[in-house]
């Protein structure tokens, strides 16, 4: 056990474990979990009516991530927006950066159109392995967006120095555009450029949302519990200390501080 890590490390470990087991326990069991519609998930069947109507395909694009967990969670937006796609007959052109991501890919966009019923749609060709270089997928996707004349362009993975250059390239074109990354660093560049963003932890409740799939739901309501017990211990902690200061010798502030709090924290 280290210095920081005392028993009461593994006490909150061990609930948020809990809560996110419970939660995906509950789900696959057919409960169901509430999560607030993000305002950025309103626009992508907007995005997808756009270049119905306009009568052009669209773009999905997963960035430089490979086949983690950033790169799963926007193969499950690929399943979403490709779906909806596939009841308008739109193509939906995905290219890749990772070989491996590629494979999964093609297999997600297949069973996209399966599913809706419409194999015939599904065009092996629509889902291209660029490079593995970045600028050089960078410039594949540039060259996608003008002779393909897409209408609509979803960025939803991980992404660098890139960004800027194809988003740009992307407003350029005259293409609707929506941005969806888990990362920070690219945020700025993305706001400028895009029409709609979705960041941050969004990005994960997004994939959650769509897929309905019970493990990301769960998961997902799991860790808000265990953050709600964290910020609950933090915010109790904070008024014992205070109140400590302002009426010394309260019997109720000093019984916390002298057996629950100085379990949570060396020293105090």
């Known amino acids: 056990?280290?210095?920081?890590?005392?028993?009461?490390?593994?006490?909150?470990?061990?609930?948020?474990?809990?809560?996110?087991?419970?939660?995906?326990?509950?789900?696959?069991?057919?409960?169901?979990?509430?999560?607030?519609?993000?305002?950025?998930?309103?626009?992508?069947?907007?995005?997808?009516?756009?270049?119905?109507?306009?009568?052009?395909?669209?773009?999905?694009?997963?960035g430089l991530c490979g086949l983690d967990i950033v790169g799963l969670q926007s193969m499950a937006v690929l399943s979403h927006v490709t779906k909806h796609a596939a009841k308008y007959g739109t193509r939906v052109i995905v290219p890749l950066y990772d070989a491996v991501l590629y494979t999964v890919a093609e297999e997600v966009s297949k069973d996209a159109y399966t599913a809706e019923g419409k194999p015939e749609q599904f065009n092996p060709d629509d889902v291209r392995y660029l490079s593995g270089r970045q600028f050089a997928y960078a410039s594949g996707v540039i060259g996608t967006m003008y002779r393909e004349k897409v209408a609509t362009i979803f960025y939803c993975g991980s992404f660098a120095a890139e960004a800027l250059v194809m988003s740009e390239n992307g407003h350029n074109a005259g293409a609707i555009q929506i941005a969806s990354l888990a990362g920070t660093v690219q945020i700025p560049f993305f706001l400028a450029s895009c029409d709609y963003t979705i960041f941050g932890e969004e990005y994960y409740a997004a994939s959650a949302y769509l897929s309905r799939e019970p493990t990301l739901l769960g998961s997902l309501v799991g860790q808000d519990w265990g953050k709600l017990v964290i910020v609950g211990i933090i915010i109790l902690g904070a008024i014992t200390v205070t109140v400590s200061q302002v009426v010394p010798g309260n019997p109720v502030v000093e019984f916390l501080q002298h057996n629950f709090f100085r379990f949570f924290c060396k020293g105090l």
Do not use: C, Q
Request: glycine share 12%; net charge positive; proline share 5%.
């Open 1 to 62: 056990m280290g210095d920081y890590a005392n028993g009461a490390v593994y006490i909150v470990e061990g609930l948020l474990t809990f809560f996110i087991l419970f939660k995906i326990l509950s789900a696959r069991r057919g409960r169901e979990l509430f999560i607030r519609r993000i305002p950025g998930l309103s626009v992508l069947d907007e995005a997808v009516g756009r270049a119905t109507e306009m009568g052009r395909p669209m773009l999905y694009v997963p």
